[in-house]
């Protein structure tokens, strides 16, 4: 009788095992895929920013390209064509940002640091562990107790 007890209870374990570890991955999976949403908002909220500031940026340079365009012709001094370049640079970067391959060329470089270059990535003193931040925990928790006094 024990046996034939311990033998359905060892099949209930495993079914509840199994099932545990199915929710386990789909806790994990949307996790992910919540995190992986969130990641697209923010892309997404960064690139209309430079979309709006493009905008901006865009009108502020064409008028003082005309301005400086009209200055230089009319006092016969080129130097004031100068901030034309430095702005001309600016203004395509943002172009690239907004509109460009800039976001590519990125990410197919954060791939390669990623693949080539993994020491350059490592935290100051490795991954936190539960015993770390358990540590500080309790080390903040004995401070908040200490200052409530």
Known sequence: MGFLLSKSMDANFH???EFMLHNS?????RQIMMQNQMRERQMAMQIAWSREFLKYF????ALASV???AGAFKRRKPTLLAPIIPLGFIFAYQMDSAYGTLLHRMRGEAE??????RDRLNLPQGLPT???????RRAK???????EK
């Open 15 to 17: 079914k509840q095992q």
């Open 25 to 29: 991955r789909l806790q994990l999976e």
């Open 58 to 61: 865009g009108s502020f340079f």
């Open 67 to 69: 301005g400086l365009t």
């Open 112 to 117: 390669s640091i990623m693949e080539s270059e």
């Open 130 to 136: 539960f015993e770390s931040i358990e540590k500080a």
């Open 141 to 147: 928790s004995g401070l908040m107790s200490i200052l």
